[in-house]
């Protein structure tokens, strides 16, 4: 064989292995600029863990309370149609409380807000896990538990979503 042609298969050797390498790739992660603009339209914000909805839209909760009013279950329900509409099928629901009470009782309490947030997000078209809907109870405050203000930031439900 000569030189000339040993480079020329191994060039299209080299090319065929680029090409197939190339048609096995992952799809790019992330979601598409229809499932962005959705997102932000409805009040989450991209974090490292994932698009969080949070202030104002993030559900605040009263003191020692774990019910949701006839009115926010609409408007959670409506939250994930529109997720479910543009192929985000599922979240995790993460419940949060003040620092008040025993951590044993707030971890409870957490839990309970999430599921009352889970149930309106279910009947609105997602698919969520008992392991999708958790509660965190006081072990991540946004904000000083020193202030009533700051314990009010911190009774709240957190939906988060993240591309497949």
């Known amino acids: 064989m000569t030189p000339t042609r040993s480079l020329r298969m191994l060039c299209v050797f080299l090319i065929a292995a680029l090409v197939a390498a190339c048609q096995s790739m992952p799809a ?9 603009a959705m997102l932000q339209s409805q009040g ?15 559900l605040l909760f009263q003191i020692d309370k774990s019910d949701v009013s006839p009115a926010q279950q609409q ?14 099928p599922t979240a995790r629901v993460e419940g949060h409380t003040d620092s008040t009470g025993t951590a044993a009782y707030n971890l409870t309490l957490s839990r309970a807000r999430a599921q009352a947030v889970a149930a309106p997000m279910r009947a609105g078209g997602m698919q969520l896990t008992a392991d999708q809907v958790i509660g965190r109870g006081e072990t991540l405050p946004l904000s000083n538990n020193t202030t009533a203000e700051g314990r009010q930031d911190n009774r709240r439900v957190v939906v988060i979503v993240w591309p497949r």
């Not at 790019?28 to 962005?36: E, I, L």
């Not at 989450?44 to 993030?58: I, K, Q, S």
């Not at 408007?75 to 985000?88: C, F």
Request: proline share 5%; aromatic share 8%.
């Open 28 to 36: 790019p992660a992330g979601f598409n600029t229809a499932q962005v």
């Open 44 to 58: 989450f914000v991209e974090t490292a863990a994932g698009w969080e909805l949070t202030m104002p839209e993030r």
């Open 75 to 88: 408007r959670i329900a409506d939250i994930a149609a529109k997720l479910v509409s543009v192929g985000i």
